[in-house]
């Protein structure tokens, strides 16, 4: 059994395109959350690859649908399996990553979408969605990871377990619904999974696994290298619109605000 996950004081396990559950509270006598009533259990038509649980059941995510194992498993309300939405897979369990009740995740056919429970799917990855639609991305090797570090990371990693990422931010308020993606970070080596991890009590880092063979590295503010290897660092600053067709605009001045940094590159 793989895909553990635990939701409503039960254990939710998949074996390829089953889901079982524990019977947690309702056990008589002894450990409820290893014991498995032969008749709790849900069948799809497709492998599931996730359970996710959230405050409104279980969401299911197969290779072609999501599913939803709705109520809290009582008499009065048993669990009760239901399509939630359908051509719509997820084909690798690394590919999602959650926010609260928000769940981001690169579907089978490569598109990076936004699950919302109470506002439900958007496709987050539009404005560069051809991107992924070249090597080496694949929705069965990508890694996407949700990580929060003070003011400084608040955003969603989408890495393809090779060579980089995506770093995607929300407009912070008051500028609402708006997506910002910057350049995509190749990391000099390579790099495999990346996930945001709490390492010690209330820290949490974004952690770098290699392509290979070396050390987990993680990602930090205070150095300019890869595992003390130099790279290219570079900016596109856009699109700012001046001035629509048949307009015209003027540009009194620009401002930029710099720091040069000791250990910097000559540009």
């Given amino acids: 059994s793989i895909n553990v996950a635990f939701n409503y004081g039960r254990l939710f396990v998949s074996v390829e395109n089953v889901v079982y559950w524990s019977t947690g509270p309702d056990t008589p006598i002894g450990n409820g959350y290893d014991a498995f009533d032969p008749s709790n259990f849900a069948e799809f038509p497709s492998i599931v690859t996730r359970i996710v649980p959230l405050n409104i059941g279980a969401i299911i995510f197969t290779i072609s649908d999501i599913y939803i194992i709705a109520g809290n498993g009582t008499t009065n309300n048993p669990f009760n399996p239901q399509p939630y939405e359908t051509r719509i897979g997820l084909l690798n369990y690394n590919a999602l990553t959650i926010n609260g009740s928000i769940i981001y995740f690169m579907t089978t056919d490569q598109q990076i979408m936004e699950l919302h429970v109470q506002a439900g799917m958007g496709e987050v990855g539009f404005n560069i969605a051809d991107q992924f639609l070249q090597s080496p991305w694949s929705p069965s090797t990508a890694y996407l990871t949700w990580h929060v570090n003070g003011s400084n990371d608040q955003c969603l990693f989408v890495a393809d377990g090779s060579t980089g990422w995506y770093r995607m931010a929300p407009t912070a308020p008051p500028e609402a619904g708006a997506l910002t993606w910057s350049l995509k970070a190749n990391i000099v080596g390579g790099c495999k999974a990346v996930q945001s991890v709490?390492?010690?009590?209330?820290?949490?880092?974004?952690?770098?696994?290699?392509?290979?063979?070396?050390?987990?590295?993680?990602?930090?503010?205070?150095?300019?290298?890869?595992?003390?290897?130099?790279?290219?660092?570079?900016?596109?600053?856009?699109?700012?619109?001046?001035?629509?067709?048949?307009?015209?605009?003027?540009?009194?001045?620009?401002?930029?605000?710099?720091?040069?940094l000791t250990n910097a590159l000559p540009v």
């Avoid at 709490?198 to 290298?225: A, K, M």
Wanted: net charge negative; aromatic share 8%; with cysteine.
């Fill in 198 to 260: 709490e390492t010690t009590p209330g820290h949490i880092q974004l952690l770098v696994g290699p392509n290979g063979s070396g050390p987990i590295l993680f990602r930090d503010y205070s150095t300019n290298t890869d595992n003390g290897e130099t790279y290219p660092a570079n900016f596109i600053l856009g699109s700012m619109v001046l001035a629509h067709p048949g307009q015209l605009a003027g540009v009194e001045f620009i401002t930029t605000e710099c720091l040069r």
